[in-house]
């Protein structure tokens, strides 16, 4: 399908290129041209059969939002488990409750998530849950884009499934893709993290997990091995690949160290870590070490809501209190660690900037509301301003999947309503 958008403000987050008015052409899942707009009479617009063409009306298009670290089918959990510390939380209320799903009840879950996704301009996720079968069939029928990452530990998946779903879903020209991951530490045995070692070592492969999220969790991994979880990984060989470590709160400077010699991303995710009251990532220790940072909304049980708006602006007003200076971690640099570093930490090495070549996941942001005028700086108007309200419309691999308030997913969405209701009602009883 050949899509022509027109009359736009294009933020292609490409290095030092700044906002400018013109066009983009999507031919099939790709984007053919980026620039200025075109004449009438130009051979680009003469000699091609356009199936649709936008007028932006000077509305801004962006590279979509990657979010770097979520548990999609939690969203069952919403609103559910709320008001306690991490590990009571998962212990006394997410496991057993998991432990009640079926893979059917995960598919239906994933596209409720995937819905809110599209809300908030996300067009990937790094999604790490217990069924990615039923996980993938959900992402490909709606035609978002996940990667998908393993959640082993001492109760749930196994080595021989990672590796089965490693091979099977290794196609980066797919929507669905896997790569290796563990829960945590503290949730799997030495055991689990060497086997683990050795499987991404017979693949090369990068793998992600959990890391430093509470201090507790540093705590209990200097008793039992008297290393943090990072010198820990690291002894065991589990980041010599890259990869990344979602929360990265409780981070030692040896730990960034590591995590910058490493070329791990560490995921930061704000929200959840406040309700939680886990702590503040040290963001921008990790930006002057070189580290790359991209931002995750973590789970809807955790979190509660999937908007990387909220997240943006937590990410640098959070910032800027633990360093007690508002100049701190600027938002254009926030916009950046939700755009082109989130694609990069998923391996989504095309899907990180506007530019010929490049996958048609793309956003269109309404500057024709209130809270994004005047125009000083649209840029920071996104990040310091902007909402869900504002997303007007979400592309992912060169399909329109929302616009305007309405879904394209090929399911309604009170279908999708009901049959979250259904299976948490079922739960409860």
């Known amino acids: 399908m050949n899509i022509r958008i027109y009359n736009a403000r294009i933020l292609t987050m490409e290095e030092d290129r700044p906002v400018f008015l013109g066009e983009l052409h999507v031919k099939g899942n790709r984007i053919s041209y980026v620039g200025d707009n075109l004449d009438a009479e130009s051979p680009i617009l003469k000699d091609t059969i356009w199936a649709r063409e936008i007028n932006a009306d000077g509305n801004v298009i962006m590279p979509g939002f990657k979010n770097a670290h979520t548990h999609s089918a939690m969203t069952f959990l919403r609103s559910y488990a709320d008001d306690l510390p991490l590990l009571d939380w998962l212990n006394q209320q997410v496991f057993p409750m998991e432990a009640k799903l079926t893979e059917e009840d995960i598919y239906h879950l994933t596209k409720l998530g995937i819905m809110e996704y599209l809300t908030s301009g996300i067009t990937a996720n790094f999604d790490m ?33 990672l590796e089965e779903w490693y091979n099977k879903y290794n196609d980066p020209d797919k929507l669905v893709t896997f790569q290796f991951g563990f829960h945590a530490e503290y949730t799997n045995s030495l055991d689990n993290m060497k086997r683990l070692s050795q499987l991404i070592h017979k693949y090369e492969a990068p793998i992600s997990m959990h890391s430093s999220e509470s201090a507790s969790e540093v705590e209990g991994c200097l008793e039992r091995y ?3 979880p990072t010198a820990l ?4 060989g589990l980041l010599d690949f890259g990869g990344a470590h979602y929360h990265c709160i409780y981070m030692t400077d ?11 991303y560490a995921v930061t995710n704000p929200a959840s870590n406040m309700k939680l009251a886990s702590g503040i990532a040290r963001t921008c220790d990790m930006l002057e070490k070189g580290i790359p940072v991209a931002i995750g909304t973590d789970g809807p049980a955790s979190n509660n809501c999937l908007d990387m708006f909220r997240e943006m602006f937590l990410v640098t007003a959070l910032a800027k209190i633990k360093a007690m200076d508002a100049a701190a971690l600027d938002a254009n640099e926030v916009l950046r660690m939700a755009t082109v570093n989130g694609a990069l930490a998923m391996g989504l090495k095309d899907a990180d900037v ?3 070549g490049k996958l048609a996941d793309l956003i269109m942001i309404d500057l024709h509301q209130p809270n994004m005028q005047p125009l000083n700086n649209i840029a920071k108007n996104i990040v310091y301003s902007g909402s869900k309200m504002n997303v007007k419309m979400t592309m992912v691999n060169g399909r329109v999947l929302y616009e305007n308030g309405q879904f394209f997913i090929g399911v ?14 079922r739960m409860k009883h």
């Open 354 to 356: 506007l530019a010929e």
């Open 412 to 425: 309604p969405a009170e279908e999708v309503y009901a049959k979250a209701n259904e299976i948490i009602n």
């Open 254 to 264: 040896e730990d960034l160290d590591i995590l910058k010699e490493k070329n791990i």
């Open 233 to 236: 990984f690291n002894e065991l």
């Open 129 to 161: 849950y217990l069924t990615p079968d039923s996980i993938a069939q959900a992402t490909e029928e709606c035609g978002f884009r996940t990667v998908m990452v393993g959640g082993l530990n001492n109760f749930s998946q196994s080595f021989e499934k």
């Open 226 to 228: 008297g290393k943090t």
